[in-house]
C-alpha cells in the first residue's frame, strides 16, 4: 500500500519518519539462531467455556482462539526459557560459553528475586554472560531486541542471546469472563551477533504511554491479569498501525516492500483490523494465534520460530516486528531476514 493512499493521520507519521535521520550504526546486528518450545499439553476452549458460561463459538468469535498450550505444574517460566534458548544456540552453533548476553524478558517469572535470566544462563553453562531481565509485558521481547542489537551495532557484545518465555496460565483467572479464555505458555528464542553485511535488524522505535497503566494490571492484591478489553482493542489497532508505518517510512520502505508481519499475538481480531486499516495482504501477516493464545514477551519469537518453520520466513524477507503491551508499550521495527 504506497503511503500516498493511507488515512491522513497515518500519511502524515509516514511524512514524519521519513524526515527522521539516524547516523548509521558501525555494524548491523542480525539473528544468528532461532528456537522455541511450548508446552506438551493443550487447552481447548470447552474447559474454559464451561467456566466462565459461553461456549467454544463465542471465544473464537471474540478473540481467534481456539487453544493454548499450558505449562505442567513443575515446569517453570525458567524451564521453557532454557528449552527455547537451546534449540536456538544449536541453529545459531553458538556455545553458551561464548555469550556475552543473557537476556530475558518475561511477565510471569518464577521468583520476584533473582530474576529468570541468571537462573536461565547458569542452567545453560553462559558461565562469562552478564544477565539481566526486561519488563514490558508483551513489548518486552521487541524491547530486548532493540536493547541487544544496539549492544552489537556499538561494539559492546558479540553473542547475545535474548528470549521471551511466559508461563501465563499461572497468572491467569480462569474465571475471568474477560481473560480466562487469553493466555497461553511457550517461549522462543534468538541469538544475534554482528552480521556480515548492511542486512539486519534496522532501527527499533519504542514509545510509551504510562497513563493508560490501569487498562491492563495485575498487582499484589490481586496477582492475575485483569484487562479493561474495549478499551484494549481500541488502543492496540490505533498504536500498531501507527507503529507498522512509521518503522516502513523509517526504513524507507513501504508497505508493500514488507513480506512479513510479525505482530504480537494477542487477539485474531486485533491483527485482522490493523490488516484492513492497512490494506495489507493477509497472506503476509502472521497469525499463529488460534492455537497458541496469547503469549505475551514470547509471542513474537514464536512466531518467527513457527513462521520458519512453515516456510513463510526465507532469507532476504523483509520482515515487520510490533508489539503492544500493558504500561502501555508499543513500538515496531523492520528487519532483513539473514537466514539462520
Not at 300 to 307: M, V
Request: glycine residues 10%; hydrophobic residues 45%; charged residues 25%.
Amino acid at each position: 500500500m504506497p503511503s500516498a493512499t493511507l488515512p491522513p493521520e497515518l500519511q502524515q507519521i509516514a511524512r514524519e519518519a521519513a524526515r527522521t535521520t539516524r547516523p548509521a550504526p558501525p555494524r548491523t546486528a542480525t539473528i544468528k539462531g532461532l528456537g522455541h518450545y511450548l508446552p506438551d499439553e493443550i487447552v481447548p476452549n470447552g474447559v474454559i467455556a464451561e467456566r466462565i458460561g459461553v461456549d467454544d463459538h463465542w471465544i473464537v468469535k471474540r478473540t481467534g482462539i481456539h487453544a493454548r498450550r499450558r505449562a505442567a505444574a513443575n515446569e517453570g517460566t525458567n524451564d521453557l526459557a532454557v528449552f527455547a534458548a537451546r534449540r536456538a544456540l544449536q541453529d545459531a552453533g553458538t556455545d553458551a560459553r561464548d555469550l556475552d548476553y543473557v537476556i530475558v524478558a518475561t511477565m510471569s517469572p518464577d521468583e520476584i528475586t533473582p530474576n529468570a535470566a541468571p537462573r536461565v544462563a547458569h542452567a545453560l553453562g553462559a558461565e562469562r554472560a552478564a544477565a539481566f531481565d526486561i519488563g514490558a509485558a508483551c513489548t518486552g521481547f521487541l524491547a530486548g531486541l532493540a536493547q541487544a542489537a544496539a549492544l552489537i551495532e556499538v561494539g559492546r557484545a558479540e553473542r547475545i542471546l535474548l528470549i521471551g518465555a511466559e508461563k501465563l496460565t499461572r497468572i491467569t483467572d480462569f474465571d475471568d469472563k474477560k481473560t480466562g479464555m487469553l493466555f497461553g505458555d511457550g517461549a522462543g528464542a534468538v541469538v544475534l551477533g554482528p552480521s556480515d553485511s548492511d542486512a539486519g535488524i534496522g532501527p527499533i522505535d519504542l514509545t510509551a504511554d504510562g497513563g493508560l497503566g490501569d487498562t491492563i494490571v495485575a498487582n499484589p492484591q490481586d496477582p492475575y491479569i485483569r484487562m479493561d478489553g474495549i478499551s484494549t482493542f481500541k488502543i492496540a489497532i490505533k498504536r500498531l498501525s501507527e507503529s507498522t508505518i512509521f518503522a516502513t517510512a523509517a526504513a524507507g520502505l513501504e508497505l508493500d516492500d514488507i513480506d512479513l508481519f510479525v505482530y504480537h499475538q494477542a487477539n485474531a481480531r486485533i491483527l485482522k483490523a490493523v490488516g484492513e486499516r492497512l490494506e495489507l495482504d493477509p497472506a503476509k501477516v502472521a497469525d499463529y494465534i488460534a492455537q497458541l493464545g496469547n503469549t505475551s514477551a514470547a509471542s513474537i519469537p514464536l512466531t518467527l520460530s513457527l513462521s520458519r518453520e512453515d516456510g513463510r520466513l526465507r532469507a532476504g524477507h523483509k520482515v515487520l516486528v510490533a508489539a503492544i503491551g500493558a504500561g502501555f508499550t508499543w513500538g515496531a521495527g523492520v528487519m532483513e531476514w539473514t537466514g539462520s
